[in-house]
């Protein structure tokens, strides 16, 4: 959601916090702004719309300062106007205040205030109001992180939280609760963001605030304390990406940049997976990181999968690979749905919680209240220190590297060949498979990466079929077993791009009511690869195709013969090295087609309207 960035100690922090709010742009947002501290004043400069705008205002009006924060707005309270942008300030206009997510008391604590002029709809502007009373207030002097910590104590709800001062001019104060935000120190310069990507050109030894952590951040260092002002230690990492990888490198656009990586990005998410056993012969996969004991996960005898949108896709993968190795029963759950029902959840249960931030609040809610119920939480996630990973028992990371476009092609077929390896792993831990074949079977993944090299050579291909089809009103996407999840993943990518309706559907389900949306004109999208349910496919390719439909069908090499018979277009992919790991390979043939529709449609890929990348807020 919102962007954050404020740097203390530099004379063009407000050029850098510019250059921080632009790599922050993939989060989604609809106005910007910045304040500049003053030896006098605040000045304060915010637009709505894209940060183009902002920049332009700032050529009217430079700003100068050694002290500046910016902020990109995601709207939750109030419309996206300039008057609702971010930073907001108090009446006197001696303190500003940045905000990502939601201050669920704000109506009360307005109330409180009385009589108060508020000059915006948000629900943020309140805490600006509140941190200049408790400075009034103050008998020792102005002292800002006094001040914010007082008012965090009265604030409900999840928040990043960051505040400058005309009276203590050198200090940016920041506190976290369920939003995330990162804190850095460098020479001489003190940084905060809610991204590492908006400090990368600065360093790369950053710390994350926990929950409840509030930071003071001067030039010369970073003073953190809980509400009470009792010192305590953020948790500390080196990220291990650099600049080049968030920059997009040549591509139009960090998507199809970002497509094009994805060998890279499953080739480093099975690098190094296994590791030597207890008897020195057979080696062992294992998690990243684990904090409990290995066999803890012998007495689980359910698992529940959680995980929103695209990882929701990789997670439905996931049940197929647990159930297909561990033999253990999955249920893969919505993760805004799971807290509001009455999940049966115990000691026996494991949850997987999957996300490519690691911040994703509706995954984190859910992954704790499995915690809550003594449930063991594994967590598989992009983020190296984020709060999912934190808070998880047991850690599987992708390794796919900073994802910049808001629609997610390399984490997505990470995710599903890091659901592989936790597949594979339980069966091992729990005695269904032998070592010796968990490694066989990860050798054999490890083909994946040439394997989506060859698939990426239908581009052009592609391309042309996106072109025939770009102005098509209604796309349907089926599939069945592994096919299924890969068809969800092709509409939602083909929607949430390029604005065209899309639906998927079990191939199966077909004759139970969505084949009542098939007329001439429509464009049917079939996974068909060859396997067990090959021959089912076809039959429901004949259906649609009788009804009017064109057919685009995505297949490999052992079925494109048949589906040249039936389907108007085929897609022929290589062979996959496993059958639960073809999903990796169908996936790429619907991004590029997605990719291709939507810029040929002329539409804005990397951010899509109404989208951000990491839903931090309920």
């Given amino acids: 959601m919102c962007g954050i960035i404020a740097i203390t100690g530099r004379d063009d922090a407000i050029a850098q916090v510019l250059a921080g709010l632009k790599r922050l742009e993939y989060r989604g947002y609809d106005s910007a702004g910045v304040a500049a501290v003053g030896a006098h004043d605040l000045e304060v400069v915010k637009r709505a719309g894209k940060l183009e705008e902002l920049t332009r205002a700032l050529d009217d009006t430079p700003l100068a300062a050694s002290t500046g924060l910016g902020h990109t707005r995601w709207a939750t309270h109030g419309a996206p106007t300039d008057r609702n942008a971010h930073p907001h300030l108090d009446p006197s206009g001696r303190v500003a205040v940045i905000h990502n997510g939601i201050l669920e008391n704000y109506g009360a604590l307005k109330a409180e205030l009385g009589d108060v002029r508020f000059a915006s709809d948000t629900d943020s502007e309140v805490a600006a109001h509140l941190v200049a009373r408790e400075l009034g207030r103050l008998q020792d002097g102005p002292d800002l992180l006094t001040a914010v910590r007082r008012v965090v104590a009265q604030l409900e709800g999840a928040f990043a939280l960051g505040f400058v001062a005309v009276d ?43 929950d409840g952590q509030i930071a003071r951040i001067r030039p010369d260092g970073i003073d953190v304390v809980d509400v009470d002002g009792t010192p305590v230690e953020p948790h500390r990492f080196h990220v291990d990406w650099d600049l080049d990888a968030a920059e997009k490198q040549g591509y139009d656009h960090f998507m199809l940049k970002e497509i094009h990586e994805q060998p890279q990005a ?48 990789a997670g ?28 049966i959840v115990d000691p026996h249960t494991l949850v997987i919680a999957i996300s490519q931030s690691g911040e994703t609040i509706d995954t984190i809610a859910a992954a704790s209240h499995g915690r809550d119920q003594r449930a063991p939480v594994i967590a598989l996630t992009n983020v190296v220190g984020s709060t999912l990973a934190r808070e998880a028992d047991g850690v599987l990371y992708t390794h796919a590297g900073p994802e910049i476009a808001v629609a997610s092609t390399k984490a997505f077929t990470t995710q599903i060949v890091g659901c592989l390896i936790l597949g594979l792993y339980l069966a091992q831990v729990r005695g269904r498979v032998y070592a010796s074949e968990a490694e066989d079977i990860l050798t054999r993944l490890q083909q994946i990466p040439a394997a989506i090299e060859q698939t990426l050579l239908l581009d052009q291909e592609i391309r042309e079929l996106a072109e025939r089809y770009r102005d098509t009103d209604y796309t349907m996407f089926i599939g069945r077993h592994a096919g299924l999840p890969i068809a969800m993943e092709g509409a939602l990518k083909l929607k949430e ?12 389900e077909m004759k139970h009511g969505p084949i009542a949306l098939i ?92 989208l951000a990348k990491t839903v931090t807020v309920e």
């Fill in 266 to 313: 499953v080739a480093d998410t099975l690098l190094d997976r296994l590791t030597a056993s207890s008897d020195g012969e057979t080696p062992r996969l294992h998690l990243d990181e684990l904090r409990i004991d290995e066999r803890e996960f012998a007495r689980i005898d359910k698992v529940f999968i959680l995980a929103c949108g695209t990882s929701l896709h």
């Fill in 497 to 508: 791009i390029s604005y065209l309706h899309a639906e998927a559907f079990p191939a199966g």
């Fill in 168 to 210: 203590d001019p050198d200090t940016v104060v920041v506190a976290k609760r369920e939003a995330p935000l990162i804190v850095a120190h460098a020479d001489g310069v003190g940084y905060c963001a809610s991204d590492v990507a908006a400090l990368i050109d600065h360093t790369r030894d950053v710390a994350a605030l926990l």
């Fill in 316 to 343: 439905m993968l996931g049940k197929l690979a647990i159930e297909h190795w561990a033999g253990i029963p999955v249920d893969v759950e919505v993760a805004s749905e799971f807290r509001y029902r009455d999940p």
């Fill in 519 to 610: 007329e001439p004109g429509s464009l049917v999208v079939a996974l068909a690869p060859a396997g067990h349910v090959f021959g089912k496919m076809v039959s429901n390719i004949q259906e649609v195709r009788a009804r009017g439909a064109s057919v685009l069908a995505i297949g490999t090499d052992g079925s494109t013969a048949d589906l040249k018979e039936h389907a108007h277009h085929v897609l022929t992919l290589p062979e996959p090295p496993h059958e639960l790991a073809g999903p990796v390979l169908a996936a790429i043939p619907l991004q590029l087609f997605a990719y291709h529709v939507a810029t040929l449609r002329g539409e804005d890929v990397d951010q899509p309207r109404n």
